[in-house]
């Protein structure tokens, strides 16, 4: 069956639309409907890491035990590690025009990447639980009602509403937030770093404590390196000539920013209030500055929750109809778009409908099991991109099943297989503790066997690819004198 044309054109005298529900999902951005500049990736970034949820990962190392100084330099550490690897997926958007998860058929093949956008799908999902978790925390406490499943469903219902609207209304409404954020907690941070007092011994007492120094070091990295799956999601709308540095730099700002601010304030509210949930102690330290200030505060966390919600379901979407499309044909029109925003929506509320205490509980434990799964995926990535094609692809290749990409690249499946495998005697969690690990007094250094493992298997095996016939496809398929038509194919 024939699908339909990507036409690849360059007409300057188009306009964008940046206005109504966005069509566009898995396909290609036409270069005349490519707009906006790099900047506005630090809102998008800084915003959707400015929230209670990031705040709640900054509390993990406390909990086990750390002083707040141990709790800062894994956070700081953590953040800075999971972000260069972020960072350098955004800015592959700009210059391909694609989301993340079909660039990654290059790597995986036509339907191996569906192996992948599941494991990312469950990830989002899981992420959205612990969101809506919080957010209805929120509005229990400051209406002074019960925990109610309307609060959930109110919550869902806007942040999938504005996924649907989609890309251009998404970055406006971050890049408004981020005012409100700097207005509120911007000021509570500087007051409450001056007026409250750390309890004696929060600072630096006790020593090191090397097990919690670890478990905060890989929460912190694991959040910010999961954005990277679909970061380039929300910058390939940009201009191909947009600077990949400065997408690189705006992005990598935004998310270290905002996931060192929120996570360092969560260490310093941990600190404050020992045991105490994000929302208690949140609501507790504003309240120590200003009785009544922290029902103010909480609710001007909202929208962010809601936000960082729909970013989630926004990109999960794709993966979805990602996964679809790799098995049965799917034209990517706004209709699929839209029911697949519903369906990754409802997966949220139905799991925080059924969510019981141990989720919470785990929460820290599933951050380092998501960063396990992602660094596979995340070192053949960029290994394949900055080092085997250096961003020369054959972009309508990718639309193929039976492409020169092939449908299972059988290279990228087995690199991820043994970074997994190889990251197994050194993983660190509450279920499993590998040998070697256990031989090392449980330090954790999975994540960095894992990213090398991967990266020189990738490299040991893409020696067989045949670039030189690929350039010369894409070339072919880009065509000349700026007018560009890719087909699809057939399947």
Known sequence: ?????????????????????????????????????????????????????????????????????????AILLGVAVGTVFTAFHSAQGPQLGLPQMIQSRAQFGYRGVALICLVVIASIVGFNIFNLLLAGDVLAQTTGTELSSLWYVLIAVLAVTLAIVGYHWIHRVQKWLTWLFLATFGIFTIVALIAIPLPAGALAGGGFAWPAF????????????????????????????????AALVFTASGVIVGAGWLMALGAFVASLFAGADPVGAISAAADAIVPGLGVVLLWSSLPALVTV?????????????????????????????????????????????LATGEFLDSFGSFLVVLLYVLVPWTSVNLVDYYAVRRGHYAIGEMFRPHGIYGAWGWRGLLSYAIGIVAMVPFVVTTWFVGPIAQAIGGIDVALFVGLIASAVAYLLLARGLDLTAERALADEQAGAQGVHSVAFGTR
């Open 1 to 73: 069956m024939s699908e339909p044309r990507i036409d690849i054109a360059h007409t300057p005298a188009a306009l964008p639309t940046t206005t109504g529900i966005e069509v566009k999902s898995i396909d290609w951005v036409p270069l005349a409907e490519r707009t906006g500049t790099p900047g506005s990736l630090f809102s998008l970034w800084f915003m959707s890491n400015a929230n209670l949820t990031t705040l709640a990962t900054g509390m993990v190392g406390v909990a086990m035990g750390a002083n707040l100084l141990t709790a800062l330099l």
């Open 214 to 245: 670890l478990v905060q070091f890989a929460a912190a990295a694991a959040y910010a390196l999961g954005w990277a799956p679909y970061v380039s999601d929300y910058s390939r709308y940009l201009p191909p000539q947009t600077s990949p540095r």
């Open 309 to 353: 919600i729909t970013i989630n379901v926004y990109a999960a979407s794709i993966e979805l109809i990602t996964v679809a499309s790799s098995f049965v044909t799917v034209r990517p029109t706004r209709a699929v778009r839209i029911v697949a925003c519903l369906v990754i929506g409802a997966s949220g509320l139905l799991g925080a409908l």
